[in-house]
Each structure stands twice: as C-alpha cells, then as structure tokens.
C-alpha cells in the first residue's frame, strides 16, 4: 500500500485556492522591491521614489509603536475599574489620542503600500497604462493641491493651538490638544511627500504601460 499518496483536498480547500483577492487585495500591485526599480526609468525618479517609500515605511514603523501606550492605557484602565473599582479620568482620552495620532501619521505608509480604500471594481479591469493615467492626471489636479491646502490650514490651526495652549475642554482633566493638532498637520506633510512618489509612479505607468513596482 502506497502511504505517499497526499490526501485529496476538500472543497473548502479548492475554494480557498481559487479564490480571487483582487477586490480586498488593492495593494496587490505593491509586491516589487524598491531595489529593483525598471532600468528604463530615469535615475532622479529612482532615487526620489526610492528615498520617499523608504521614508514613509520608517515613519509607518515607528509610529506602530504607538499601540503599546493604547494597550497600556487600556489594560490599567480595565486592571482598576475592575479590580479597586477605581476608574481614571484619563484613560479612555489618552486611548483616543494615540489612536487617533496612529491612525493619521500611518497614512503615508498605508499609501505607499495602495491600502487606502478605493472603489476599484472598474479600475482594476483597465490596462495599466490607463490605470497610470487616471491615476497621475488625478494626483496633480486633485490629490496635491488638495493636500497642500490642508497642509497650510492644519498648520495654522496647529500653531494657534500651540499659542493659546488650547486644552479639551470635554473631558474632567482637561488635557492640552495642540500635541493632537500637531499630529494633523505632520500627517498631511507625510501625505504630500508619498503622494510625490505616487505621481511619479503613475507618470511611469502612463508612459511605459506598467507599475515599476
């Protein structure tokens, strides 16, 4: 009797294989190496795409690091409510700050890596030279001088929150927002540096007919 035979595979298991992820894998296109740049494209759009999605990863990195405040602050929180019925008046304020500090400065990365929701059903059957099209001619009218403007008004807002040491003022301790604030307008500059990246991307796309990664 034969026992290297492999056991023949359950329907699940066929399912599982032959299913198409392209809807929820938007980042799908995003496997290159940024060591591995096509040799046809200009050696200045090289090092700037190559420096900036480098940037952008680092930040990513570093700020993933802000979940250990929000799993701390949580856990204490739920540690003395439960056990000293004892619950801070900080805690769930803090949680939302860094939550929120997370969620803005990874945005840069989650763009780098195309995981920002899109509604591709359409734009994922089109060549990748049309996808690099609409992607480049939609970056310069309406991605980068949308962020910039944001850029310029969230750092306005931040500064006047800087001088007048502006404190929330919905919660019993009263802590200072403008550190929040900051974190807006550094979010939209990281923003407006990977988008550079992205159009130069798509500028390549458009004119060779593929993503150089």
Known sequence: MNTN????????????????ISDEMIAERRIGSLDNLPDDMPAYMQWLIRNIDTFSYKC?????????PIFL????????????????????????MFYGALFMLGSAY??????????????????????????FVLYLILYL?????????????????ILRN???ADTAW??????????????????????????LKSYYAATRGRWPV
């Open 5 to 20: 035979t492999p056991p023949s595979s359950s329907p699940e298991d066929d399912l599982i294989g032959n299913l198409d």
């Open 60 to 68: 990513g990195y570093l700020v993933s690091f802000l979940l250990v």
């Open 73 to 96: 602050s949580m856990c204490y929180e739920i540690f003395v409510r439960k056990f000293f019925v004892a619950p801070t008046l900080w805690a769930f304020d803090i949680s939302r």
């Open 110 to 135: 989650a763009l780098s890596r195309g995981v920002h929701i899109r509604a591709d059903f359409l734009y994922r059957t089109l060549s990748e030279r049309t996808q690099g099209i609409i992607d």
């Open 145 to 161: 001088p949308a962020m910039l403007t944001f850029f310029y008004f969230s750092s306005e807002f931040a500064y006047e929150s």
């Open 166 to 168: 502006e404190k929330i």
């Open 174 to 199: 009263l802590p200072i927002i403008w550190p929040l604030k900051s974190v807006l307008a550094i979010s939209v500059l990281l923003l407006c540096i990977q988008g550079f990246s992205e159009t």
